[in-house]
Nanobody, 119 residues
Framework: QVQLVESGGGLVQPGGSLRLSCAAS????????MNWYRQYPGKQRELVAS???????NYGDSVKGRFTISRDNAKNTVYLQMNSLKTEDTAVYYC?????????????WGQGTQVTVSS
């Protein structure tokens, strides 16, 4: 069972920045991908950004050029740097990982962290 602990959410003004962190309970080399999703009230979760074990990144269209996903292998942590935040970025952000097949191939989720962009 993988434990994911997110931190870094909060209240920020439009145009501001936040950095989210997601610390995993095991080596990130056990994961095919590490991802950030967000969820608006009453909506399904949407992919914000992902990073593969090989370092390839992918972003949702609405955050391209503003958000950056990265990871620290030594700390088993993935980050989401969010710049030029907009009110429409307000959501609960979730970290998610997909374990490699030789372990269980399962997807695991963090508990979520609230990001609120408001003046």
């Amino acid at each position: 069972q993988v434990q994911l602990v997110e931190s870094g959410g909060g209240l920020v003004q439009p145009g501001g920045s936040l950095r989210l962190s997601c610390a995993a309970s095991e080596s990130i080399f056990n994961f095919n991908t590490m991802n950030w999703y967000r969820q608006y009230p009453g909506k399904q979760r949407e992919l914000v950004a992902s990073i593969t074990s090989g370092g390839k990144t992918n972003y949702g269209d609405s955050v391209k050029g503003r958000f950056t996903i990265s990871r620290d292998n030594a700390k088993n942590t993935v980050y989401l740097q969010m710049n030029s935040l907009k009110t429409e970025d307000t959501a609960v952000y979730y970290c998610s990982v997909v374990r490699i097949a030789r372990l269980d191939g399962g997807r695991y989720w963090g508990q979520g962290t609230q990001v609120t962009v408001s003046s």
